[in-house]
């Protein structure tokens, strides 16, 4: 019996987290979900509550916290509400594998609880690891933990490594798609829609994730990301376009290997490996066919065209608490874009006015990295409202 804590149930990655939990338990495997967290579909959680019966629930919105306990009041679980609540989750100790499949800055805590209380962090928040990367690999030494990462690429790399020693790698390449404006003209940017942006060509994931692989700053964070997960330098670590999705990343060893991941675009797959790791276990889910593949193409990324991705390699070179703020700004302006209050070309352009603005430090304990996101997130919007006075 495996018992699991998925912090953000009713999202992308934690819907496809309970539809993996479906699939081991129909094939005779025994995986209990004994906490779920939602942000604010009270609907979804309330169902979600009633199939996988978890010991306690939360909702962020604590609005919404009445509304849930009076619609469950009848099945004996735990209500929590807010951050408080998630940050409780992940401190108990009734668990073992912890899914962070929460958005955005907010599933930082969670992951230190998570990690402090020694429990197997199966991870897609890559946030955690943008802000905080050097103090969560300290944190996940002291307390003799780890850390499986759910994003496709690093789990294609960490199967790629498996039986290989660290030492041999000479290369991690992410492969990234392109997004939906891959072969647009960079002056065409600055006028594309919110729909446009989330019409992501082979990806079902949620608004803020679609609009940063729109803009390659999900690759970025994944270049950050990869870092810390691997212990390799930042220019051992490349991001090639591959506009399939198919070849998830890949491994180059010293004596010029290839290792390379490949599988359909399919969430479910990562997910399991985490869960199930080091095993391999039998799904249902869709096979990849080869013989269906006309062609698998790649490129360089354009980093003029895409300069959150360039922004990104910047902030790596620089450390200290430039991750920080890149992530901050980022999510800001990913807000401000989805709200309609900025065009697109403007979210590369305030992150990078928020970096300049930036003194560097390199103090990352985790009331200072607080600080500097809050004060990051004040500058963007602060910035934005400047620019569009009255607009």
């Not at 080869?290 to 360089?300: A, D, I, R």
Request: proline residues 4%; negative net charge.
């Amino acid at each position: 019996m495996k018992n699991l804590a998925v912090l953000g149930s009713t999202g992308s990655i934690g819907k496809n987290t309970l539809e993996v939990v479906r699939n081991l338990n129909k094939n005779g495997h025994s995986v209990n979900v004994k906490y779920i967290t939602a942000n604010s579909n009270i609907d979804l959680l309330c169902e979600q509550v009633n199939e996988f019966k978890p010991k306690a629930a939360v909702i962020f919105k604590e609005e919404l916290c009445k509304e849930l306990k009076t619609r469950l009041s009848d099945l004996g679980c735990e209500i929590l509400c807010g951050s408080e609540g998630i940050n409780e989750i992940a401190a108990r100790d009734d668990y073992d594998i912890a899914v962070n499949a929460l958005v955005g800055f907010c599933g930082l805590i969670p992951t230190i609880e998570a990690i402090k209380n020694g429990k197997v962090l199966a991870l897609a928040n890559k946030e955690s690891l943008v802000v905080a990367g050097e103090l969560i690999t300290k944190l996940v030494n002291k307390y003799k933990t780890c850390i499986l990462p759910i994003d496709s690429e690093h789990s294609a790399i960490l199967q790629c490594i498996q039986g290989e020693k660290l030492g041999s790698i000479t290369k991690l390449i992410l492969t990234a798609s392109g997004g939906p404006f891959r072969t647009y003209p960079k002056e065409l940017l600055h006028e594309v829609t919110k729909k446009e942006a989330l019409n992501h060509p082979n990806w079902k994931m949620g608004n803020k994730i679609t609009i940063d692989s729109a803009t390659l700053m999900n690759k970025g964070f994944e270049i950050i990301e990869a870092k810390w997960l691997f212990n390799i330098k930042a220019e051992k670590i490349e991001v090639l376009i591959h506009p399939q999705s198919i070849i998830h990343s890949m491994v180059e060893f010293s004596d010029g290997s290839v290792k390379a991941q490949l599988g359909v675009p399919d969430m479910k797959i990562p997910i399991q490996y985490a869960i199930t790791y080091p095993e391999r276990i039998s799904s249902d889910f869709p096979r990849l066919d080869l013989s269906l593949l006309k062609n698998l193409t790649f490129e360089s990324p354009d980093f003029e065209k895409f300069e959150c991705l360039k922004l990104a390699y910047d902030v790596i070179k620089s450390g200290g608490s430039y991750p920080v703020v890149l992530n901050a700004a980022n999510e800001a302006a990913v807000d401000l874009f989805l709200n309609e209050r900025i065009h697109f070309s403007d979210i590369p352009f305030l992150i990078s006015s928020a970096l300049d603005k930036h003194n560097n430090t390199d103090c990352l304990e985790l009331e200072n990295i607080i600080e500097i996101d809050k004060r990051s997130r004040q500058f963007v919007y602060d910035s934005a409202q400047a620019i569009y006075q009255g607009v």
